[in-house]
């Protein structure tokens, strides 16, 4: 299996000089912390998928990861899809490149759940006390799982505190049939991977793994929460 870095957003929110996914995180910037994450038993190749800030990025990571481009920035499905002419395995790790704090045995845990159950595609959420700013995964009205980002959710969905962790594996064979029938969001004009995933759902190809509420899954949009992340880590550690 090969894991693909989705590390070319902005991350305007930060309002650090360097781009969010390059932020230290304990004396390290938090890419390299996904990286040497994804560096286990599982993972035979990883590749980081960068945008403006590729230069930045390479002078960071070197040699260590291979390198796909997204330069004009059309989401985070239209991210992923730059990947995958380097993917020759059958099914990808799929990572956003804001989660500081994730590790090498949850990987390895979330692996072995997807080759032990023969999914065919699935998506890890996580339960938590306080869901504010995380996209929602909740049951649509025929029962499939359908994540749905905060600003488009209804109250009763805000309500619900399983949230969408942005990590995935994926069957490489299923995603090019979508891209012929993909649609652009009418606001932001960008391919969203969510949108994949909800079709995957309708379509019975989707299986899901919840978590309960851990440090270790994470994302950091920007230094508050990144700040709050490390405070819970520290206070188990």
Known sequence: MESIILAGGRGSRMKEVVPKVLVDVEGEPMLQRIVSACRNKYIDQTIVVVGSNGGLVQNVLKNEVKYAYQMVPLGTLDAFVQGLPLVSSSDVLVLPGDIPCINKEVIEDI????????????????RVSNPVNYGRMVKSERGKTKIIEEKNATQEQLNNMIINTGIYILRVEDVYPYLSISNKDSITNEYYLTDYINYLAENNKLSTLIYPETY???????????????KQKNKLN
């Open 216 to 230: 270790v899954l994470k994302g950091a949009n920007d230094m508050v929460t990144l700040r709050n992340i490390l």
């Open 111 to 126: 692996i072995e759940y997807y080759k032990q159950n023969h999914c065919r595609n699935l998506v890890i959420g996580m």
